[in-house]
């Protein structure tokens, strides 16, 4: 049996812990609101060009732009999203696995996989599995702007162009509310339109300013708008998952102080009961 | 056809307007262009400029930046623009400080063919199109 002082001071030590976990969860609360209508408000946006790309898409020679034309995959990259802290549940873990099931399931299809990584948590995780791990967009995520996704776009694009990657792939968490969060390996590049069969009679787009010019534009900007989503839907997962896992050790916290302070009261009424027999013993010896 | 548009117009941080409406006047990459219900479907990139929208009861303008617009094959008017500002959002002061601001970067760089100098240009675009959308709404002119 602990001692009452033992006792104590576990139970201060849980209610520190309980007083962090519950700051946490707040602030996570705070930044996930933020981040969620972010991601709300961002989406439409990144539907209406997914939408208005792939109808364009589908009447055009892949040859009028080098990011339609595909070509036998051999070197491909992977951008891999996490979060640089930790304390947010399985978030990291689950998509470190991932990103490990996909390299290794992918290994013997491509000569080549090049990855990228967001946040420090997965770039630790890649090299220290012995991967080669390009590190220049690993530390963009404590201030997060949309010219990141303007950086890696250029990346991405000059490779793609310069056909130093055949293909493209994000490895990231979707957010579909602050308690689910579900992992997605998108592919981005090539661009694949989707199929749709054009009813006779139907007439094709006019293109101003030309079909080439026009593409130019859009297709960047349709790739830029969704590595800019992936990251805005990571984040707000980032902060879902972690305000779950703080509301989740706050609650085991107080379990914990409820148990305590129970065994915490039963020693003491045993130590009381202990120090009454005590005093009754020796009253009933001084009797005699 | 039943005579109207339905137009979409979204930017990055967020949907701004979906509305039916009559006609729509955008600034195309080729020149102003008017919509009208029943046109062939068409994709055309924007440059900064004024959209206006008009249905029976009133017409109404915005400014846009960069953007692009497409009239689908069923018709519908999809705009995506990288910032759209109705005439009540748009921060005249600040438009006209830009405007300055470009002018004078303007003056100072020779070279017409730089990045610098497109740059400003672009801005000074910008900013010349805030004014005259806020301007045409009747908004004061101080």
Not at chain 1, 233 to 257: F, L
Not at chain 2, 79 to 85: G, H, M, R, V
Request: hydrophobic share 40%; charged share 30%; net charge positive.
């Amino acid at each position: 049996m602990a001692t009452l002082r033992a006792i104590r001071k576990r139970i201060s030590s849980v209610k520190g812990t309980e007083q962090i976990t519950k700051a946490m969860k707040m602030v996570s609360a705070a930044k996930l609101r933020r981040a969620q209508a972010a991601i709300e408000n961002a989406r439409p946006y990144a539907k209406k060009i997914h939408d208005v790309v792939s109808d364009l898409a589908q009447g055009v020679e892949p040859s009028i732009h080098p990011l339609l034309r595909t070509r036998e995959p051999k070197r491909i990259g992977v951008l891999v999203i996490t979060s640089d802290r930790g304390l947010c549940g399985g978030f990291n873990t689950n998509l470190n696995k991932k990103a490990e099931n996909f390299i290794k399931e992918n290994k013997e299809r491509y000569e080549e996989i090049i990855l990228y990584t967001v946040g420090k948590k997965v770039y630790r995780f890649l090299s220290k599995q012995g991967y080669n791990v390009d590190p220049s967009f690993t530390e963009i995520l404590g201030s997060l702007s949309y010219q990141d996704a303007k950086n890696i776009t250029k990346v991405v694009i000059e490779g793609y162009i310069g056909n130093s990657l055949d293909a493209f792939f994000m490895i990231y968490h979707e957010f579909k509310s602050a308690l689910v969060q579900r992992i997605v390996v998108e592919d981005l590049l090539p661009i694949r339109p989707e199929e749709k069969t054009i009813a006779e009679g139907e007439s094709d787009y006019i293109f101003e300013p030309g079909k080439r010019e026009l593409l130019s534009e859009l297709l960047p900007k349709y790739i830029e708008t969704e590595i800019w989503r992936a990251l805005l839907e990571s984040s707000a997962s980032e902060h879902g998952a972690r305000m779950t896992a703080m509301e989740n050790a706050t609650k085991n916290a107080n379990e914990m102080i409820d148990n305590l302070t129970l065994k915490m009261n039963r020693a003491r009424q045993e130590s009381i009961t202990k120090e009454l027999l005590d005093i009754v013993g020796g009253a009933e010896a001084l009797k005699d | 056809m039943d005579g109207k548009l339905d137009l979409e117009i979204v930017t990055p941080s967020g949907p701004l307007i979906s509305e039916s409406v009559d006609e729509v006047v955008v600034p195309g990459a080729l020149g102003e262009m008017g919509i009208l219900p029943g046109h062939l479907p068409i994709a055309s990139s924007l440059k900064p400029g004024e959209i206006v929208y008009k249905s029976r009861k009133n017409k109404k303008s915005l400014a846009v930046s960069w953007g692009f617009v497409e009239v689908s094959r069923e018709g519908k008017v999809n705009l995506l623009a990288d910032t759209a500002e109705t005439a009540d959002a748009i921060d005249v002061e600040r438009a006209k400080r830009a405007k300055e601001k470009a002018e004078k970067e303007l003056a100072k760089i020779s070279d017409t063919s730089t990045q610098e100098y497109k740059k400003n240009e672009l801005k000074l675009q910008r900013a010349l199109v805030r004014i005259q959308v806020a301007r045409k709404s009747g908004k004061s002119d101080t």
